[in-house]
């Protein structure tokens, strides 16, 4: 198939960087508060190349904390401090015929294996939870990425700023 996806799959033998990580809904503030440490470099990241100055990281605590966004991570706990392969940032919007699922920010290490690991269990707890389409506005870049996951472009996006003019 041209269009077939490239996965990086573990190799026999090789050990899966992503074992004893598990999927978690930061659904409390407990929750948050436990992993935000963790999280906060990868997120950062994203904030800093790719939010355009909508947004900070403690805009994200904030609204995550109030219930207006949701914290999903790729976690594990097994050494001293908890360890967080990718974070990500959604909110819903809700249009007059169907929930969409937003996702605000997206960032880690292993986003293929995350994909084969993980990816499922978020599309069906969105689904059980009234969400009927995913959306994420991104860079080219990671737009191609998010292909891979079963996204297309459907709009684009153009910005005028008028604080130049």
């Given amino acids: 198939m041209a269009n077939q996806q490239s996965l990086k799959l573990v190799e026999p033998g090789v050990e ?11 659904s409390t503030v407990e929750l948050l508060d436990t ?9 950062q990241r994203v904030v800093d190349e790719a939010m355009h100055g909508e947004l900070t990281t403690d805009d994200i605590y904030t609204a995550i904390k109030a219930g207006h966004m949701y914290g999903v991570v790729a976690k594990n706990d097994d050494g001293e401090e908890p360890e967080v392969a990718l974070v990500m940032i959604l909110e819903t919007i809700t249009y007059p015929q169907y929930v969409v699922l ?4 997206l960032g880690g290490r292993e986003l293929d294996l995350v994909k084969s690991k993980f990816w499922k269990h978020m599309c069906s707890w969105a689904f059980m939870n009234g969400v009927r389409t995913m959306q994420a506005s991104v860079s080219p870049a990671m737009a191609r990425i998010l292909k891979g996951f079963g996204f297309e472009s459907v709009y684009v996006t153009v910005r005028k700023s008028l604080t130049e003019i």
């Fill in 35 to 43: 992993y935000w440490l963790a999280l906060l470099p990868a997120l």
């Fill in 16 to 26: 899966d960087p992503l074992a004893g990580f598990e999927p978690l809904m930061l």
């Fill in 102 to 105: 937003n996702i605000v920010a």
